[in-house]
Nanobody, 115 residues
Framework: QVQLAESGGGLVQDGGSLRLSCEASGSAFSGMAMGWYRQAPGKPRELVARINPGGNTNYADSVKGRFTISRDNTKKTAYLQMNSLRPEDTAVYYC?????????WGQGTQVTVSS
């Protein structure tokens, strides 16, 4: 089994920055894809970013150039650096890990960007 501990959310002003962290336990971290989804009221859940075991990354078009996902295999932790935040980025962010088709989820962290 895999457990994820997520942290780093908070309240920032338009244009500010936050860094989310997601620490994994259980299976070999280096073999897991990692990423974040976000859920905002009135909007569908969307994939924000992901990083594959080999380090390749993907981003939603809405965050390209502003967000950066990375991983530290020694610390078994993934990071989502969020810069130039906008009010429309306000959501609960859920980190996840995936091995094959099996997915595990963090508890979620609230990100609020005020205008």
């Amino acid at each position: 089994q895999v457990q994820l501990a997520e942290s780093g959310g908070g309240l920032v002003q338009d244009g500010g920055s936050l860094r989310l962290s997601c620490e994994a336990s259980g299976s070999a971290f280096s073999g897991m894809a990692m990423g974040w989804y976000r859920q905002a009221p009135g909007k569908p859940r969307e994939l924000v970013a992901r990083i594959n075991p080999g380090g390749n990354t993907n981003y939603a078009d809405s965050v390209k150039g502003r967000f950066t996902i990375s991983r530290d295999n020694t610390k078994k932790t993934a990071y989502l650096q969020m810069n130039s935040l906008r009010p429309e980025d306000t959501a609960v962010y859920y980190c996840y890990t995936q091995t094959g088709v099996r997915m595990y989820w963090g508890q979620g962290t609230q990100v609020t960007v005020s205008s």
